[in-house]
């Protein structure tokens, strides 16, 4: 990259399209985000549930997420984290069991000793594991099958890897698992006998909140409700950013909007350009569109020396027509799982589990009791559960009514806990995601497309580029930073 100062657009305000542009603004470029939706933070956004504002998605860091660690110190907001020990817990044959330690694995009712025994070699083999791109040549299923045996297989792994990956777990490569794995002993390798889960005071609103706050004092551009339509490259070697009905063209005062959240109060620009917002958590929807008689200003066009997509690559693909087929292809096959996840505000807790994952059939792929790990005061002395469902882009229950996926969730939940009662449900609220993260299918890094484009100066980076590691924000960040 030129050491001269350049105009640098990025479409997509998630931790990977903000961490980008904060390294690029102390590098001296300028920088402006385009976010399609009203807030920022993708898919670590944070959203209001019952009289509380928490992660619209479950997060945790690790005592290891050393990316994670590094960025929120920078933000100031290290002192913040709370630190704590978890325990994890399995339902299967309609029973729930602590998994938490040793003993409790060995004493686990569903395996009998020599499959305890495999599977425990498995994980210990998985976690000893460094050569990672041979295990993108053989399917999750051979490889599990071959070490923890059949019946484990089917008993354990399958329904898990079912619960995440639907019936794509047959596509998949071992690597996949051996991520997972990986991550979970990173601690245990740097020489602590246990892994911490960690979080911020106030959730990922906070942390949001700060990072709008530095990137407005770097002079970043962020703007909200914007979503992009096209990225074209123009004859002068320039980028042209085109925005869907240029929103909010009434809004051509530059004005500055007090915001109060629990943690911080902060004067933020509401429109630093024509039309447009700065760098704060949300902002209201566009206000409605006049009629073609009006007479609107046309805002003047941009030109960017480099753009960076940061959206899923089959979106990033229907934005720049200029790329080759070829690469169009490559882009637009590239498999993608997505969510489910509601977020549950309850009186009282479902159990002592941070994690609770699931064998046994079940119209959520497992249990997260945020509560588990964060404190309760944070709640209002309530629980947080989330129940999230992983399935294809494509699946139908994506067009289901929110009451609908209520219903199937909470008499999951009735099913599992008999003391559950509908009663003591305060909020409930559903957020669906198409794209989430890529099928790490075989073979996945050799057919991957390069981050570099070839339209000189165009840029596509997101989650597809994690090729040996999980969709957390830590492997974002550090994505972000190479």
């Known amino acids: 990259m030129k050491t001269s100062s350049q105009n640098i657009a990025i479409v997509g305000s998630g931790f990977l399209g903000m961490t980008a542009a904060l390294r690029l603004a102390e590098a001296g470029h300028r920088v402006t985000i385009f976010e399609a939706a009203g807030e920022i933070g993708g898919l670590a956004s944070a959203w209001n549930?019952?009289?509380?504002?928490?992660d619209k998605h479950y997060h945790v860091t690790l005592f290891s997420d050393e990316h994670t660690r590094g960025l929120i110190g920078e933000l100031g907001l290290e002192d913040q984290f709370r630190w704590v020990e978890t325990k994890t817990g399995f339902f299967s044959d309609g029973e729930l069991h602590s998994m938490s330690n040793s003993v409790e694995f060995l004493k686990f009712p569903p395996l009998g000793i020599i499959s305890k025994l495999r599977l425990g070699y498995t994980i210990f083999?998985?976690?000893?594991?460094?050569?990672?791109?041979?295990?993108?040549?053989?399917?999750?299923e051979e490889w599990l099958t071959r070490l923890s045996g059949k019946k484990t297989f089917k008993k354990i792994w399958r329904p898990l890897l079912l619960a995440k990956l639907g019936e794509s777990y047959k596509d998949t490569s071992a690597a996949f698992i051996w991520a997972t794995i990986q991550r979970m002993y990173a601690a245990r390798r740097s020489g602590l006998k246990k892994e911490m889960f960690g979080y911020v005071r106030g959730g990922y609103a906070r942390v949001l909140e700060r990072f709008a706050e530095v990137l407005a004092e770097k002079g970043v551009d962020v703007r909200l409700n914007s979503p992009v339509q096209r990225v074209e490259k123009l004859g002068n070697g320039a980028f042209n950013v085109g925005v869907i009905d240029a929103r909010r063209k009434t809004d051509l005062a530059a004005k500055y909007v007090s915001h109060r959240t629990k943690y911080a109060a902060f004067n933020s620009a509401v429109a630093v350009a024509s039309g447009f917002s700065g760098a704060f958590i949300t902002e209201p929807e566009p206000t409605p569109r006049r009629r073609r008689s009006d007479k609107v200003p046309t805002p003047p066009l941009e030109e960017f020396d480099r753009v960076i997509l940061t959206c899923p690559s089959s979106k990033a693909a229907e934005m720049t027509a200029q790329l080759d087929g070829r690469e169009h292809l490559d882009l637009a096959n590239i498999r993608y799982q997505g969510i489910i996840c509601a977020s549950v505000l309850m009186r009282s807790s479902l159990s002592k589990f941070y994690v609770t994952n699931i064998t046994d059939n079940s119209p959520f792929t497992g249990i997260i009791e945020m509560s588990a790990l964060v404190s309760k005061h944070e709640f209002g002395g309530n629980s947080l559960v989330y129940l999230p469902k992983y399935l294809?882009?494509?699946?139908?229950?994506?067009?289901?009514?929110?009451?609908?996926i209520r219903e199937t969730f909470l008499a999951g939940l009735e099913k599992m806990y008999p003391r559950f009662k509908r009663r003591d449900v305060l909020a409930f609220r559903i957020s669906r995601v198409r794209r989430v993260f890529p099928l790490p299918v075989l073979n996945y890094s050799e057919d991957l497309p390069p981050m570099r484009t070839s339209i000189d100066g165009l840029y596509i980076v997101n989650s597809t580029h994690i090729v040996n590691g999980t969709l957390n924000v830590n492997e974002t960040v550090a994505l972000a930073n190479r």
């Open 125 to 140: 083999k998985a976690s000893r594991i460094t050569d990672w791109k041979e295990l993108e040549k053989i399917t999750v």
């Open 49 to 54: 549930i019952g009289d509380f504002t928490w």
């Open 392 to 404: 294809d882009p494509d699946d139908k229950l994506f067009d289901a009514t929110d009451d609908a």
